[in-house]
């Protein structure tokens, strides 16, 4: 199993640029979580997928932030326009909430993003 | 809103020295609590608590969860430099997926 695979792993832009961060869920799973981790908040949830429908975007800080989930295997997290507050390591995880749920959550490696 | 406190924020330590972690919650409708280990990467998982008193173990590491004082410890005995990462724990609700919210972590040093 491929694990949940992250894009681009490390990205460094200006204020004001557009960033979008993807990612590709594990194969069968159901949910799709964004968490973003700074050291000053921690590991923060900012939006939670599940059947490809967004059920909980309170974590999502403001209008310049938007994620899309178009398919099973596919979503972006876009951040537009970008400041320098927003720099972070952005997680993007599956899971499977169906029959026998662990409830254990499943991280790819995670998009270094650094706002000049 | 659901609230996590780890403690303590960060330790350090020697090869071979046992460590207690604390983790302690606040939930509108708990169902488990997990725990997560987390090197320079993702966090990886470590263990998952639903039932008071039952200790779970994996080598030197140990968890065990109260419901009733609505607390987790997580323990490594014979800690190794390998032990060395930041240690998160978070509680799951029922009827919220899988939706974790996790504590500000427990940062471990092991020094050899």
């Known amino acids: 199993d491929a694990g949940v695979i992250q894009s681009p792993r490390h990205e460094v832009t200006e204020m004001g640029q557009e960033v979008t961060l993807r990612c590709k869920p594990i194969s069968g799973h159901n949910s799709l979580f964004w968490y973003r981790q700074t050291m000053m908040r921690g590991l923060e949830l900012l939006i939670y997928f599940n059947n490809n429908v967004p059920i909980d975007d309170s974590g999502m800080p403001e209008d310049r932030f938007s994620a899309k989930m178009p398919n099973a295997s596919f979503s972006t997290l876009k951040i537009q326009p970008s400041e320098p507050r927003d720099s972070a390591v952005y997680f993007c995880?599956?899971?499977?909430?169906?029959?026998?749920?662990?409830?254990?959550?499943?991280f790819g490696e995670g998009s270094r993003l650094t706002v000049l | 809103e659901d609230k996590v406190v780890q403690s303590p924020l960060s330790l350090v330590v020697h090869e071979g020295d046992t460590v207690t972690l604390n983790c302690s919650y606040e939930?509108?409708?708990?169902?488990?609590l997990l725990w997560y280990k987390q090197e320079k990467k993702a966090p990886t998982f470590l263990f998952m608590l639903t039932s008071s008193g039952i200790e779970k173990k994996s080598g030197r590491l140990s968890s065990i969860l109260d419901k009733k004082e609505l607390f987790s410890i997580l323990n490594i005995t014979a800690t190794q430099t390998g032990d060395s990462a930041v240690y998160l724990c978070?509680?799951?609700?029922?009827?919220?997926?899988?939706?974790?919210?996790f504590g500000g972590g427990t940062r471990l040093m092991v020094k050899p």
């Open positions: 978070a509680p799951l609700n029922k009827g919220a997926g899988n939706m974790l919210t």
């Open positions: 939930v509108t409708n708990f169902r488990s």
């Open positions: 995880a599956s899971s499977w909430t169906g029959a026998k749920n662990t409830g254990e959550l499943f």
